[in-house]
């Protein structure tokens, strides 16, 4: 292909996706982790953030940053298996495997990261690895790069699940992986009946608790919540989310994370995080031990507002956490859809396909536990005049 001919398949492509209002851009936002983000100079209540419990601002972890930075410098400088280890990693992984009450912790640049890690290390060519439909892309990505045979069952659907189980029983190695909170549905998985299949077709189970994590189970997450954290085999987890900073994390049996250690493309071969960002994981791991009312009270806060919604005669699908979808269906409507709301001081994001399926594009309103009582009334204000435009 000469570069004239790919240069105009690009343009080709780009306009086709300005079309189909499919194009994106990063918006336009300063202070984006804040309770408050500014849009085009303007203050905005944020509800497009992952910062479900509001730490990304809290002094202590900024005062851990910094102390980390003064101490350690601003960089890791290599690869953890080289030189770029310090104490307060190791401190972060024992005080996070005990909060998680497994035997070890094993810590990662990014959730994306310890996805495609744990892929890439446990499944191979001769593997199947079952996972839900709607998983999240970095898990889509492990397995691609694991080349392991991968098995999609319609999303949440157990039947299917098993079915998908039973044709695939005489293989040797088997994994099941699911997001615990599904990121653009809000939705929990069946984690109990998920588990029951694993042990009866001797599977490995997984499970993404980015979205749990802080929120459910006094800030341990689903399987916590449910009482099954023992028969879950690798709990991948992330500090980008629930805990304000970054870094994704798997928790599990000592022999699991040292094959995790060993095998993991993305540990291996990667600088590790910077002290800074070490220094706040661990202020936040330990005010969220600590104290797990910011997510009680997020619950609390996200059922009312569900509930209202669903009053006006919104589509929250099955949402039953912080994540509460307002289905609109169509790309161009849910893009005018959010500047409405904008006009009323409340910023969303709009989420359209290839993100979720076609005909389901959507404002993805994410609830932040320091929400006061009046901004959930601006809120709900701001979605009952959506509600009048519309109809
Ligand atoms: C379910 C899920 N897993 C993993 C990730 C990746 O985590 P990170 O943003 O820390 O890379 C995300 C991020 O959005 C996610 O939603």
Redesign the pocket.
């Given at each position: 292909m000469t570069p004239k001919s790919f240069y105009r398949r690009i343009e080709g492509e780009l306009a086709d996706l300005e079309k189909a209002s499919l194009f994106r851009d990063i918006p336009d936002v300063d202070y984006g982790s804040a309770r408050e983000l500014v849009f085009r100079g303007r203050n905005l209540l944020n509800l497009a953030s992952?910062d479900y419990l509001g730490l990304a601002n809290d002094e202590r972890l900024k005062i851990a940053a910094v102390g980390a930075v003064e101490q350690y410098g601003c960089g890791s400088a290599a690869s953890r298996l080289v030189t770029g280890n310090f104490r307060l990693y190791d401190e972060l992984e024992c005080e996070l495997a005990e909060f998680k009450e497994q035997e070890a912790s094993m810590l990662f640049t990014?959730?994306?990261?310890a996805?495609l890690a744990i892929m890439d290390s446990f499944a191979g060519r001769r593997t199947i690895v079952f996972s839900d439909k709607l998983n999240?892309a970095?898990i889509l990505d492990g397995i691609r790069l694991s080349g392991a045979r991968h098995v999609r069952y319609r999303h949440n659907d157990i039947a299917h699940l098993k079915k998908r189980m039973e044709s695939a029983k005489d293989v040797d190695s088997r994994i099941l992986v699911t997001?615990t909170i599904f990121?653009m549905d809000g939705d929990l998985a069946r984690l109990e009946e998920i588990a029951d299949l694993c042990d009866f077709y001797d599977t490995m189970l997984v499970v993404?608790e980015?979205?749990a994590e802080g929120v459910f189970g006094s800030g341990r997450g689903i399987s916590h919540e449910r009482n099954i954290a023992d028969r879950v085999d690798l709990h991948m987890g992330?500090f980008?989310k629930g805990f304000g900073s970054?870094?994704?994390a798997v928790s599990g049996r000592k022999d699991l994370i040292s094959y995790l250690r060993n095998k993991g493309r993305s540990f291996v071969f990667s600088t590790a995080l910077s002290p800074a960002v070490i220094g706040a994981n661990l202020a936040a791991l330990r005010l969220i031990a600590s104290d797990s009312s910011r997510g009680e009270r997020l619950l609390v806060m996200s059922r009312e507002l569900k509930t209202y919604l669903e009053s006006l005669g919104f589509n929250c699908g099955d949402s039953a956490s912080q994540i509460i979808p307002v289905i609109l269906g169509d790309n161009e409507k849910v893009l005018a859809a959010r500047e409405k709301i904008i006009g009323e001081g409340v910023y969303t994001a709009a989420i359209r396909p290839p993100t979720v399926p076609d005909g389901t594009a959507r404002l993805r309103i994410s609830l932040r536990a320091d929400l006061t009582d009046d901004d959930l009334q601006k809120i709900k204000t701001a979605f009952a005049k959506l509600k009048t435009d519309l109809t």
């Open positions: 992952n990014s959730g994306y990261a996805n999240h970095s997001d990121s993404d980015a979205h992330a980008s970054l870094g994704g």
